[in-house]
């Protein structure tokens, strides 16, 4: 896993990064606001399509006794497990190629070989990369200083109440830091955009709701992770590996809080990105 630390400069307003031992996700920058602008170059030409939102329900256990497991994760465990109406394979083949559109590659942990690039499709920005685990924003039963030596209180974007963002609970997944390296609102992208996270046959839809380091990519939260079937201890757990993160440029799940809105978005987004010429 990679290593993170982060000091706040509270004056300028911006996290300086420094080398730490602690053998973790990627720690992230101070919050920005989820009302801020998508930005420049483009939004999406996908026609939107967007039921009621519905607010998130009530958190899971996350300890149950021995052997006692629900429906969701046994399924997920089986692989039979998916969100939406969007294949795995579907979304896979359209993201075979890349055309990089960022000005360099990004590392996945610390020490690692820049080797990722930042991609460009019709509609959408997309990368390949490994899972580390973001368990920062509200202190919860599963994400907690106990529990991750480097959690962080804020997260980059907040619900529309004010408060963070929930790691436990919400499916969210994480941007690197804006850069000359590549500019995340540049290309339609903040808080809130809708993206499908693709790993081993499964899809998964979530929000973007934090930034880390400009120079590591491949992070989502604890319950991003979960759904997935990827270990979502922010100490030891984690993917390796092939995990590919799509972003609908222009999108937005509204409020960012509900992981429903993002579902419904998401599935109409990339059933229109798998259909397209």
């Not at 839809?205 to 939260?221: F, H, K, N």
């Not at 419904?264 to 990339?270: I, K, T």
């Amino acid at each position: 896993m990679r290593n993170r630390t982060a000091v706040l400069v509270a004056a300028a307003g911006v996290a300086l990064l420094a080398p730490a031992s602690y053998p973790a996700a990627a720690q992230q920058h101070p919050p920005e606001t989820a009302a801020a602008a998508p930005g420049g170059a483009g939004g999406s030409p996908v026609a939107e399509a967007l039921g009621p939102a519905e607010a998130v329900g009530p958190a899971e256990a996350v300890r149950r006794p021995a052997g006692v497991r629900s429906a969701r994760e046994g399924a997920a465990r089986r692989g039979s497990a998916r969100e939406g109406s969007v294949r795995a394979a579907d979304l896979l083949a359209r993201t075979r190629s890349c055309a990089q559109i960022s000005r360099g590659k990004y590392r996945t942990d610390d020490g690692a070989p820049a080797d990722v690039p930042v991609c460009g499709a019709r509609g959408v920005v997309f990368w390949k990369a490994d899972m580390d685990i973001d368990c920062d924003g509200q202190p919860t039963k599963a994400c907690n200083r106990r529990t991750d030596p480097l959690f962080f209180h804020a997260t980059a974007f907040q619900q529309s109440d004010g408060r963070q963002l929930n790691a436990e609970r919400l499916p969210y997944v994480v941007v690197p830091g804006a850069s000359r390296r590549w500019n995340h609102a540049r290309h339609g992208i903040t808080g809130g955009t809708v993206a499908a996270v693709v790993h081993r046959g499964r899809v998964q839809y979530a929000v973007v709701g934090d930034t880390g380091p400009e120079e590591l990519i491949g992070e989502a939260s604890y319950a991003t992770a979960r759904a997935l079937g990827i270990r979502p201890d922010p100490r030891t757990g984690g993917a390796p590996a092939d995990v590919t993160y799509i972003f609908f440029k222009g999108s937005k799940a509204s409020p960012i809080e509900s992981h429903r809105a993002a579902v419904d978005r998401g599935d109409a987004l990339a059933r229109a990105f798998v259909r397209r010429d």
